[in-house]
């Protein structure tokens, strides 16, 4: 199909360039998926230290000798099939560490470095770049946040703005003494605009000045509208619910696959998905338990429900399970599951780091995945569980509620469940949930049908494609 749409992204984060969570896998996703319905997707990102190495490759297309204190350039070429423009701004962005933090922490200058990005995505949308005008600005999270309330207060050139949350925990706040530095005016610096608790947030102020608003699920669109969920945002987003909606993340097929893995397997023949589990079990350590082999893959935080698992990890073991968790984050975290691998050994398994190649070898050999997340605005790993006949067990909150049907019995009756569902979030409700999965496990034939049901779902992006292009078509009309 002919490209005739154009649409900017405008993001921290993009698979495979740079990433610390599914922020970069949807924003890296999302060109393919969108360019077979039509619109062309290209991608602002900053040219941090580890991606300044591709500049040498790319065609210099812009710049701006005060760029928030610095000279910023952008770049534009075709990195890993996607088409990219880099903004190199080295007083920003060329520094040791990861996106937002280096060694000793989060960067002080967040705020600015992000405004910068922000800015230039509103530039290229208002100005067009040699001859490339999009019709629409899609801004992700805190990051990009700015970016719409630039094209409202700085002209917008007749583009259309929508901007993503993918996780409402993260605001991007600053003081508001710096609002002209951030090039925002001053006389709209009021609770209906972008005054926020005495300070700016670039998410609310992007909330308030974006065409249209989206989350990652349409579960969490409702809930991010309620006061345990919103984080103090959630009466500006009901202020805007008539523009507000969800559309849930799909998973790259390609990538995450069965029948792709070196012990492949599918639907038709499970025979692989044994074979997969005794060799992570052997890579691990773990001496194959009786019960299920339940794996964790995740950015150990408190929004991922990991401290329940001390509670509950004890009788799971002495039933016959076995745990293996792969994964990094808060260090008193990182000790609690450091203590249950000594209490357990054999029986639990964590690996600390971030591992691409062997989080597929997770999916492929467990039994079961568990999700028991506090808040999750979509949740990738439930959805590769699904791909894998990994059955999830996931709280009842924001995209797992919508994405896994509950083991009850009426849903293995009717022949549709996915997994098992836990409500609340709380040790009591995962025990439960734990008790529920070993005795799903025991019987192998309904556990066969769930997997199978699990393995048949569409967790693909061409459905949600559809629907961001329907909204960017419903703007741009
Ligand atoms: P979040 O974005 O909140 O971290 P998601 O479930 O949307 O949660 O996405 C997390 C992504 O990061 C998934 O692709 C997951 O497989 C991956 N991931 C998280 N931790 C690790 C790890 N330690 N090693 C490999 N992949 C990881
Ligand atoms: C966030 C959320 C996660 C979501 C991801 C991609 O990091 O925590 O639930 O899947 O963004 O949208």
Redesign the pocket.
């Given at each position: 199909m002919a490209n005739e749409r154009r649409v900017l992204s405008v993001a921290s984060e993009c698979v495979p360039l740079i990433k610390t969570?599914?922020?970069?896998?949807?924003v890296g996703a999302l060109p393919a998926a969108l360019a077979a319905v039509g619109w062309e997707m290209r991608v602002l990102l900053p040219a941090y230290r580890s991606l300044r190495a591709h500049l040498t490759d790319m065609a210099e297309v812009w710049s701006d000798q005060d760029l928030f204190g610095g000279q910023g350039t952008v770049y534009f070429g075709v990195l890993h099939g996607l088409e990219v423009y880099l903004l190199d701004a080295p007083h920003l962005y060329d520094r040791p560490g990861g996106p937002y933090a280096g060694p000793d922490g989060d960067w002080a200058d967040n705020a600015m470095r992000f405004a910068a990005l922000s800015w230039v995505g509103a530039a290229i949308a208002r100005d067009g770049i040699q001859g490339w005008k999009p019709e629409v600005l899609h801004a992700?999270?805190w990051q990009a946040g700015f970016a719409p309330a630039y094209l409202t207060y700085s002209g917008s050139g007749g583009a259309c703005s929508v901007l993503?949350i993918?996780?409402i925990?993260f605001q991007g706040w600053a003081p508001a003494s710096m609002i002209e530095n951030l090039r925002l005016p001053s006389e709209q610096f009021y609770p209906g605009a972008l005054e926020y608790y005495g300070g700016i947030s670039s998410l609310k102020a992007g909330l308030v000045t974006a065409d249209r608003i989206t989350?990652?699920?349409p579960n969490?669109a409702a809930e991010l509208m309620r006061v345990e969920f919103g984080m103090g945002l959630q009466g500006v987003i009901a202020a805007r619910a008539e523009v507000v909606s969800g559309i849930l993340?799909g998973v790259d097929e390609a990538v995450w696959s069965p029948q792709e893995e070196p012990i492949s397997y599918s639907v038709q023949s499970m025979k692989g998905k044994a074979a997969n589990r005794e060799a992570l079990c052997e890579e691990l350590g773990l001496s194959a338990p009786h019960g299920p082999l339940a794996i964790l893959v995740s950015?150990l935080t408190d929004?991922k429900g990991i401290d329940l698992l001390a509670g509950v990890i004890p009788e799971f073991v002495a039933s016959g399970g076995a745990l293996a968790v792969l994964g990094s984050g808060d260090p008193s975290l990182e000790a609690a599951l450091r203590g249950l691998v000594a209490a357990y050994p054999g029986k639990v398994s964590v690996t600390i780091g971030y591992d691409e190649a062997l989080s597929h070898r997770f999916f492929a050999g467990g039994d079961a995945v568990l999700v028991p997340?506090r808040?999750?605005?979509?949740?990738?790993t439930q959805m590769y569980g699904l791909r894998y006949g990994t059955v999830p067990v996931v709280s009842a909150v924001?995209?797992?509620a919508d994405t896994v049907i509950h083991a009850s019995p009426a849903a293995m009756a009717a022949g549709v469940a996915t997994g098992i569902v836990f409500h609340p979030v709380d040790a009591i409700a995962l025990g439960q949930a734990l008790r529920a999965l070993t005795q799903l496990y025991s019987n192998p034939k309904e556990w066969a049908k769930v997997q199978k049901n699990a393995m048949r779902q569409d967790v693909g992006w061409a459905g949600s494609a559809l629907a961001y292009a329907q909204l960017y078509e419903g703007l741009v009309k």
């Open positions: 969570g599914g922020l970069a896998d949807v992700h999270d993503t993918h996780n925990a989350t990652v699920s969490y993340n950015r929004q997340s808040f999750e605005p979509c949740g990738l924001g995209g797992l």
